[in-house]
C-alpha cells in the first residue's frame, strides 16, 4: 500500500502549484483523503480533507479560500491545488488516509513533496 505525492517544487509568491496523491496498492475509495504539511522546526499541520465520496471537504484557516483539495475516485488520486503562494508556505507536504481517529495519526502517510515559495 502506498500515497505517491508529487507535483512540488519552487514557486515564486503569489504563483500556483498543483500536488497530486496517487494510491496504489488497493483502494481508498472508502478513506477520507487530506493533506498535511511540515515546515522546518514545526510541528506537521493540518490543511485540508475531502470525504470518501468527494462531496464533503475541510480547510485549515491558513490556506482556506487559497487552497483547494479534489479527488478522482476512478484514478485513485486526490488533488491538492495551491494558489496565491506566500512564503510562508514553504513546506514539505504529505497527503494521508484515514478511515477515524485524527490527521495526525492516519492509516497511510505518503511520502511528502517540497514546496518552495520563494519571495
Known amino acids: 500500500v502506498q500515497l505517491q505525492a508529487s507535483g512540488g517544487g519552487l514557486v515564486q509568491a503569489g504563483g500556483s502549484l498543483r500536488l497530486s496523491c496517487a494510491a496504489s496498492g488497493r483502494t481508498f475509495s472508502s478513506y477520507a483523503m487530506g493533506w498535511l504539511r511540515q515546515a522546518p522546526g514545526k510541528e506537521r499541520e493540518f490543511l485540508a480533507s475531502i470525504s470518501w465520496s468527494g462531496y464533503s471537504s475541510s480547510y485549515a484557516d491558513s490556506v482556506k479560500g487559497r487552497f483547494t483539495i479534489s479527488r478522482d475516485i476512478a484514478k485513485n488520486t486526490v488533488y491538492l491545488q495551491m494558489n496565491t503562494l506566500k512564503p510562508e508556505d514553504t513546506a514539505v507536504y504529505y497527503c494521508?488516509?484515514?478511515?477515524?481517529?485524527?490527521?495526525?495519526?492516519?492509516?497511510?502517510w505518503g511520502q511528502g513533496t517540497l514546496v518552495t515559495v520563494s519571495s
Open positions: 494521508a488516509a484515514k478511515r477515524g481517529g485524527t490527521w495526525l495519526s492516519p492509516a497511510y
